[in-house]
């Protein structure tokens, strides 16, 4: 299984999942819930709307994770996530674990080989890279991932990048 870390633009990462940085509403945003919205196409918000009339009316828990259909991305499925928010108080390390393992979870689930994820948190949440890359990789690390063959960290800055780099070298020392 390879895990990786590269600069670059999700809405262009071909992967069987992508992992959406989402709100509880699922019903778009700003960051990479924006982006993805945008390059999806309006079926990725039609399919957000019929999990929440369907599973989650209330929105999505934060360390939660849900699946829809990708629309228009290079991917057969969007599993989006809601990482807790730390400009808004939400400190616990662990909801952004959970953040990881329950995408991962939710890629096994599906039969995804390859997944995609941004840095949960890192945008307007307030995580810090260092924090934000640290949990990541140690929350991927430690998933049993069965049937994963590739976790991909496409991170939109040198600096998240950089970070994410330097802890899968870390982890990779031991």
């Not at 870390?5 to 819930?33: K, P, Q, Y």
């Not at 079926?43 to 934060?62: N, S």
């Not at 991305?73 to 393992?101: C, F, K, M």
């Amino acid at each position: 299984m390879s895990i990786d870390a590269i600069l670059g633009d999700l809405t262009t990462e071909s992967a069987d999942a992508l992992v959406n940085a989402a709100n509880s509403s699922l019903l778009g945003g700003g960051g990479v819930d924006g982006a993805l919205h945008a390059a999806a196409g309006p079926a990725l918000l039609e399919a957000c709307r019929k999990v929440r009339a369907d599973q989650w009316p209330g929105g999505l828990p934060v360390g939660e994770a849900v699946a829809t259909i990708a629309g228009h991305l290079p991917a057969r499925w969007v599993i989006h996530t809601v990482g807790p928010n730390r400009s808004a108080g939400q400190t616990d390390e662990r909801l952004l674990a959970s953040s990881y393992t329950r995408s991962l979870d939710v890629a096994v689930e599906l039969g995804a080989h390859s997944v995609a994820f941004p840095a949960v948190g890192a945008g307007v949440y307030g995580w810090d890279a260092t924090t934000a890359a640290r949990v990541a990789v140690a929350a991927v690390l430690a998933h049993p991932r069965t049937g994963i063959d590739r976790v991909r960290f496409v991170l939109f800055s040198p600096r998240l990048h950089d970070a994410f780099t330097a802890e899968l070298n870390r982890s990779r020392r031991g």
